[in-house]
């Protein structure tokens, strides 16, 4: 169902394209479509209490709030691997964040880039390499820490499994996924499935937010018991995290200012709720309490990134009460966009 309030934002469109077109019925006809199309097509959110069973797992202390560690903690050790992820359960994750890739041969590898430049002693796109050449390289090499993790090697997906299923009671996986390996994410979303410890985000900052819904309502319609969510960072097209322009001219920037307003809008009026998704992934400066209560009304979890000082975790812990995704679990480190 539409929730209550959403009425305020049909009227928007409706005036909106009433001033652009100067026709009443036209205006009403377009309204009239978005709202038939949601109620028509839009999935349903899973049930509250599967979607708990990834998005707050039972077993943590009364006052706590799930920690997950972003790209498995890559400030503790080499990101998406094997070692961070024993890394971060020993300090404490309830969680991890990973990033799925895909090789040339259709194999599912953990790589946050699309090269294996920055975080390995290889060269080369990911989807140019096939899964045995990424198996031989060394992640450990360019990590602050390296020299602890001699052995962390880019691991297969189902290896990855055979480490979670023994240490993580919840994983949160963000996705840029390929096109050509759908084929792939059938078998893949059986075995998150059947585990029940998975939250799927596509996300993927070179690729258009049209492409990363599509692949959502995909997801939902292979599984539509899968738990999903969205990433959301206001002014992501127009800046860069640290607030700087992406564009040098005024112009452009003009204009990529007006497709983030109604990027925005669509995350917290419509693409929520066609998609059905249980929980939404906010950059941490734009969330408050009554953001959170905005989502509760809405059975939306609010998940907070990259949370990487112990005021902003005390923060979260005590006033806001929300999970949070954090670079490191041991210490303060540099924020991340």
Not at 59 to 78: E, K, Q, T
Not at 131 to 157: C, I, M, N, W, Y
Not at 209 to 216: A, H, N
Not at 287 to 301: H, K, M, N, P, T
Request: hydrophobic content about 40%; glycine content about 8%.
């Amino acid at each position: 169902m539409l929730q209550i309030g959403d009425e305020v934002y049909f009227s928007a469109v409706f005036l909106l394209v009433l001033f652009g077109t100067r026709s009443a019925i036209g205006a009403s006809a377009v309204t009239a479509s978005i709202y038939v199309f949601i109620v028509m097509f839009r999935f349903p959110q899973v049930p509250a209490d599967q979607a708990s069973q990834v998005l707050r797992p039972t077993g943590l202390a009364s006052a706590g709030v799930p920690v997950v560690a972003h790209r498995a903690g890559g400030h503790d050790a080499p990101e998406n691997t094997i070692a961070a992820i024993r890394e971060a359960s020993r300090n404490g994750a309830t969680g991890v964040e990973l990033d799925l890739g895909f090789t040339a041969d259709g194999e599912a590898v953990l790589m946050h880039d699309e090269t294996v430049d920055r975080t390995t002693n290889g060269t080369g796109a990911v989807g140019t390499l096939r899964l045995a050449e990424l198996r031989t390289l060394d992640a450990t090499g360019k990590h602050r820490l390296g020299v602890q993790f001699s052995t962390s090697l880019v691991p297969g997906l189902f290896v990855l499994f055979c480490q979670l299923l023994q240490s993580l009671s919840c994983l949160a996986c963000k996705q840029p996924l390929s096109n050509r390996c759908g084929s792939r994410l059938g078998l893949i979303h059986t075995v998150w499935m059947c585990y029940k410890k998975t939250v799927i985000c596509p996300h993927n900052h070179n690729t258009t937010s049209d492409l990363l819904i599509g692949q959502l309502l995909q997801m939902r319609q292979a599984n539509p018991g899968v738990v999903t969510a969205l990433t959301h960072r206001p002014w992501s097209l127009s800046r860069y995290g640290d607030g700087t322009p992406r564009s040098l001219s005024a112009w452009t920037n003009y204009w990529l200012g007006v497709l983030d307003v109604l990027l925005d809008w669509a995350h917290h009026h419509l693409l929520w709720n066609l998609c059905g998704v249980s929980a939404i992934l906010m950059q941490k400066d734009f969330i408050s309490l009554d953001y959170v209560q905005y989502w509760a009304e809405r059975g939306v979890e609010v998940v907070g990134w990259t949370i990487n000082t112990a005021v902003d975790k005390q923060y979260y812990q005590d006033v806001l009460k929300i999970s949070y995704i954090t670079d490191s679990l041991r210490e303060d480190c540099e924020p991340h966009y």
